[in-house]
């Protein structure tokens, strides 16, 4: 997290979308240092990663609206003369998109057009960065996948956040709007859910360790996966709504692959106890698995100079130690 801003955020006006989740309030706690006029707007749906906790020490600092995003009239007045937007919210769980499907597409497909209208028509200047997903690439045709890899989410909730990804494309090619999508891998760290694995496998091994269960690994656990830090991934969004180059782009993320029998172990490592189990997977999440995935990030690391730069060990440890201090709000 070594990013230099030279000012570009102080004294300006950003409003973060799902600012009460898991990367939101990370955001929103690193534009507040910046010296950013910060807003934040949160529906505190209780299947998301809201959690007011998320947020302890800037309260006074941030201004929150609890409204949805689907709220037109909310949103028009939170978006007047607004310089920034980081939109967050969205339904990311990817069962709960085949259980809920109109609820996902309304989140992450409807809103999101429904913004960049509004932006359209009454703050065309604003800068905009959405947090998209590997998702919509669905299963690897070829390792790391880059940016130009086929789109052909597996999932409901692929196929939405595709949808608002390229909303966010179009946009931009159309209007000119200054939009950039990131497409996120696995984020972790402190403030994610942990409560159950609705949003991410990772969360919930969290939780077993600090309960002191048994880690459940899917299949053979010989399936690879990419993990960023909760940090690095706010120094990208800051980067990419702070320099030119970055209009219009799409960006991966990503980092060094692990295996996940080999994340598991690695956990257990660093946490001095626990075990791990080979389980079948549940129907319904094998329907969807999409097998093994890493990210080619070299684009953002070439135009942005973005690279991870918190080792997988030490963000295990950090976030296991934000846990064990405060995790009578999480579980």
């Given at each position: 997290m070594n990013a230099n801003f030279d000012g570009i955020f102080s004294g300006k006006r950003a409003l973060v979308t799902g600012g009460l989740g898991f990367i939101g309030s990370h955001l929103a706690r690193r534009l507040v240092h910046l010296g950013?006029?910060?807003?934040?707007?949160?529906?505190?749906?209780?299947?998301t990663g809201a959690n007011r906790f998320n947020i302890a020490g800037i309260e006074e600092r941030v201004h929150l609206t609890i409204a949805d995003v689907n709220d037109r009239k909310q949103m028009a007045a939170l978006l007047e003369g607004q310089h920034f937007l980081f939109?967050?919210?969205?339904?990311?769980?990817?069962?709960?998109s085949l259980r809920h499907p109109m609820k996902d597409v309304e989140a992450n497909a409807v809103a999101q057009l429904s913004i960049l209208e509004f932006c359209r028509k009454h703050n065309p200047e604003i800068r905009i960065v959405f947090a998209g997903t590997r998702?919509?690439?669905?299963?690897?045709?070829?390792l790391p996948v880059s940016e130009d890899h086929p789109l052909a989410p597996v999932d409901y909730n692929g196929v939405s956040k595709l949808a608002g990804d390229l909303y966010h494309v179009v946009s931009h090619q159309i209007y000119g709007l200054w939009t950039t999508v990131l497409r996120l891998t696995n984020v972790y760290g402190p403030h994610m859910r942990i409560k159950d694995a609705r949003q991410m496998f990772?969360?919930?091994w969290f939780h077993q360790m600090l309960d002191g269960g048994e880690l459940q690994v899917y299949g053979d656990g010989q399936q690879v996966r990419d993990l960023n830090y909760v940090g690095d991934v706010v120094d990208a969004f800051l980067l990419c709504a702070a320099h030119p180059s970055a209009q219009g782009q799409v960006y991966n993320l990503g980092a060094e692959p692990i295996?996940?029998?080999?994340?598991?172990?690695?956990?257990?490592?660093?946490?001095g106890s626990g075990t791990y189990k080979?389980?079948?997977?549940?129907?319904?999440?094998?329907?969807?698995?999409?097998?093994?995935?890493?990210?080619?990030?070299?684009?953002?690391?070439?135009?942005?100079?973005?690279?991870?730069?918190?080792?997988?060990h030490k963000g295990i440890e950090q976030t296991l130690d934000f846990y064990r201090r405060y995790r009578e709000h999480y579980l």
């Open positions: 950013a006029d910060v807003s934040i707007v949160d529906n505190l749906d209780p299947s939109r967050l919210a969205a339904q990311t769980s990817h069962v709960g998702q919509v690439y669905g299963r690897p045709q070829r990772v969360g919930w295996r996940l029998l080999d994340l598991a172990r690695l956990m257990i490592e660093i946490n080979l389980v079948p997977f549940p129907e319904e999440r094998e329907r969807i698995d999409i097998g093994d995935y890493y990210g080619d990030f070299s684009k953002i690391r070439a135009q942005l100079n973005w690279q991870p730069t918190i080792p997988l």
